[in-house]
């Protein structure tokens, strides 16, 4: 299990304990989950990176930096889309 799938775990520990418990494999769910949020991470990156230009200036650094903010930005959509949708209240 990824990254992702750990902290998809997580959350529906705490938000989420019904329907965790009507999982039949949560080790198979979460490890499928976090590989498709990776994928999914990767996929909309690459089409920004292509789409925006990312990386053609010359200054390293820029590049860097430009691709590093495009990244993290992705990154909080997918999960905030696909981990923290709250539909429970936290368990007690």
Known sequence: MNFYGI??????????????????????????LGMEISAEIDRRTNAEQQRSGLGTSADFLANLQARTATRQRIVEEVLREMVFEIEETPAS
Do not use: G, K, M
């Open 7 to 32: 902290l998809a775990s997580q959350h529906w520990e705490t938000y989420r304990p019904r329907e965790l418990a009507e999982i039949e494999d949560p080790e198979a769910h979460f490890t499928d």
